[in-house]
């Protein structure tokens, strides 16, 4: 478990570094406010059509090549993103960097439920806790290089931290509990059945939307609206991620005495509010509030979620993963470019509080099916 969770900690962390500056790259490239939509969504494309084949391929033929091969894709792509001279190459770049942080993330967090097998929350908590970690750290170390160097630099520096990932892969061993059948009409059809897998798909669906609110379109908002700087920017997703690792320490603690259902509606109540009161925010301090609150809910959803699909019994559990991930990459095509065209005709404010509605439904829909 240490080595896997250093691996995720290196890849994550590099890979992380390009979220609060990757569109505001683009846009110092000469996007439009349409082709990062496009970015956004041609990412999500990637992890869609490669997801369950990867889940699959994991299940059938062991776990360390796809992860170490994910490792090693991070690497590259953060090259190719310092070495990009145009937007298109920036499309490329961070479709690679897509598919790369998905193979280490899926297959990561599938093993770690596979290690602690009797105690599931323990090994699905301390891989979210090593992700959020990533999370928060790679926006402050973004954050700093930014005080002295362009974002273009800060993509080579985070190569260098993948290569921690790439080293680690090297250790990984096959996980023993491999599915041995070949036939995958069936098994994922026995996936799609089941009642657990659907609930978190149905969930994910709603949960995108408001992540993708805020990590596609925030740092767009928080630039042009309030002219905070890149440095700024990458501050303030540190907090949420900071958020997030505060919230993950206790969280096994918390599931012994509560279950996965409970806590996925408390953290859903607390996110539809955090964004209904973004468009309200008006200083630095404001954000840094809101974002630590989201966060919060954020550490709290993703571990549930992941927890309610690890307890369905005996089945391709990666495949089980990628299904239900899956359905929050539809929503990461499809919504990029309505929240962009719905920016362009109404402004960033109304965005919010539309993601909110969508979270209090995720909401609703958490607290029938606990009955």
């Known amino acids: 478990m240490f080595t896997l969770v250093g691996l995720a900690l290196f890849a994550m962390v590099a890979a992380n570094m390009i979220t609060p500056t990757l569109y505001l790259y683009a846009a110092e490239l000469g996007a439009s406010l349409a082709f990062i939509g496009l970015i956004a969504s041609a990412a999500s494309a990637v992890r869609l059509f490669s997801r369950i084949p990867m889940g699959l391929l994991s299940d059938r033929f062991g776990r360390r090549l796809l992860i170490g091969l994910g490792a090693f894709g991070v690497v590259g792509s953060l090259l190719m993103?310092?070495?990009?001279?145009?937007?298109a190459q920036i499309l490329v770049a961070y479709a690679i960097d897509t598919l790369a942080f998905m193979a280490v993330f899926t297959i990561g967090l599938t093993m770690a439920s596979e290690i602690y097998s009797s105690h599931k929350a323990t090994g699905v908590s301390l891989f979210a806790l090593s992700s959020s970690l990533a999370m928060f750290i790679a926006p402050g170390i973004c954050g700093f290089l930014l005080l002295q160097y362009q974002i273009r630099e800060t993509y080579l520096v985070a190569s260098l931290i993948g290569l921690g990932g790439v080293l680690c892969s090297t250790r990984i061993v096959t996980s023993p509990r491999l599915s041995t059948s070949l036939n995958i009409r069936r098994s994922l059809k026995n996936v799609l059945k089941n009642e657990n897998v659907r609930f978190s798909a149905t969930l994910e669906m709603f949960f995108?939307?408001?992540?993708?609110?805020?990590?596609?379109?925030?740092?767009?908002?928080l630039s042009e609206g309030f002219r905070l700087t890149s440095a700024e920017i990458s501050f303030l997703f540190a907090i949420y991620s900071l958020a997030m690792v505060s919230t993950r320490l206790p969280l096994p603690k918390l599931l012994r005495r509560f279950d996965e259902k409970s806590m996925i509606g408390l953290g859903f109540l607390e996110y539809a509010i955090a964004l209904m009161a973004l468009p309200f925010g008006n200083s630095l301090v404001h954000f840094s509030l809101l974002l630590f609150a989201s966060g919060m809910a954020h550490g709290i959803i993703f571990p549930s979620m992941a927890l309610v699909v690890s307890r369905s019994g005996s089945f391709d559990l990666a495949l089980a993963n990628s299904v239900y991930l899956g359905v929050g990459d539809v929503i990461t095509i499809v919504a990029p470019p309505i929240i962009a065209s719905f920016v362009q005709a109404f402004g960033y404010g109304p965005v919010y509080l539309a993601t909110s509605i969508a979270m209090l439904i995720g909401l609703a829909y958490a607290i029938m099916k606990r009955r």
């Open 208 to 221: 995108s939307l408001g992540v993708n609110s805020i990590f596609i379109f925030l740092p767009l908002y």
């Open 81 to 87: 993103l310092y070495l990009a001279l145009t937007p």
